[in-house]
């Protein structure tokens, strides 16, 4: 694609305003788009990996007009993009997130929605902040890693399992790097344009047909600008070293998170792991399970308009 124009892209990254402030002594790079209608949502949003802020570019002019509309608050995790380079677990990014709502903009309480590494770092929110977190909403929930007790699953939780181990051998070796040596896999995509794209392509097509590849990330051009995002930051490393973050929390002897009460919506996409409701019941207050037509891991860059209003719907029928 010899027409890709970064500085084209930078323009449009740069149409809404961005800020830096600092937690708990890390630089904090976010999105702050105020909601146009009367007394919006304040609507916190968390990337995943290997995604960024970018994830929810397309959605942000639906979801901050109208008289349905929201406070739209899009932070860098710590580790990707513009935020400093420092590896922090999940919880430890949803502690950084509830200073950054509540002590930098002034918010008492909000609303959050995330996938992937955001879906833990939202689910973790709901968890330990559930005065102050009103409601979540999700496209997934995370997945059986052997700590079940098999005797508890359903029929179609343990049919969910197994996809899932299957899934890990064929497609899961990102994870597995990320997690015990990312700092190897680094070297090697720090310096490869080639390598770093490989990498982030070959998962974004994991377990999609090959004609899906450029529209996993919503598209070519969307594709290679959050790539861009990596490149130009140089965070692909301090990136990967997040899984590392969890992993140790995981296996650390950490306590587990507390199912939490907080109201929660869901959404399974068709080209994501078909989990049931039952399974997202183990972790938090399912009220709203539905299942789309179309989509898949990138949502909100595959079919902005589909999450659009799922997301409208979700938290103004709770308000």
């Known amino acids: 694609m010899n027409e890709y124009d970064w500085r084209k892209n930078e323009e449009l990254l740069n149409q809404y305003p961005q800020y830096i402030t600092e937690i708990d002594g890390i630089q904090i790079h976010f999105q702050y788009i105020k909601g146009k209608g009367n007394n919006p949502i304040p609507l916190l949003l968390t990337h995943g990996w290997p995604d960024s802020y970018y994830r929810f570019h397309k959605i942000i002019p639906s979801l901050t007009e ?4 929201f406070d739209l608050i899009i932070p860098s995790i710590p580790g990707f993009g513009f935020s400093d380079k420092v590896a922090v677990s999940s919880e430890g990014v949803a502690d950084l997130w509830i200073k950054l709502m509540t002590e930098t903009l002034g918010y008492k309480k909000f609303c959050a929605a995330g996938g992937d590494v955001g879906m833990g770092v939202t ?5 330990k902040y559930p005065d102050i977190i009103e409601a979540v909403h999700f496209t997934d929930i995370g997945y059986p890693m052997g700590q079940e007790d098999p005797s508890t699953m359903t029929e179609e939780e343990t049919q969910f399992a197994q996809f899932v181990q299957q899934w890990w051998y064929t497609e899961g070796a990102y994870a597995m790097v990320h997690s015990t040596k990312p700092q190897s896999l680094a070297y090697a995509l720090n310096d490869s344009p080639i390598g770093l794209a490989s990498w982030i392509i070959s998962f974004g097509n994991a377990g ?4 899906l590849i450029e529209t996993a990330f919503g598209g070519k051009n969307e594709l290679l600008t959050n790539i861009m995002i990596y490149w130009v930051t140089q965070t692909v490393g301090s990136s990967m070293r997040m ?5 140790i929390a995981q296996w650390g002897g950490s306590e587990p998170l507390q199912k939490s009460n907080v109201p929660a919506g869901i959404v399974v996409l068709p080209r994501e792991a078909q989990f049931p409701r039952e399974w997202a019941e183990r972790f938090v207050n399912v009220v709203s399970f539905k299942k789309l037509d179309e989509g898949g891991h990138f949502a909100a860059l595959e079919v902005p308009q589909a999450f659009v209003n799922e997301i409208r719907t979700f938290f103004y029928s709770l308000k």
């Open 123 to 127: 689910k973790a929110l709901a968890s």
């Open 208 to 211: 999609a047909p090959p004609e």
């Open 66 to 69: 109208g008289e349905q509309s």
């Open 243 to 247: 899984y590392k973050a969890d992993a």
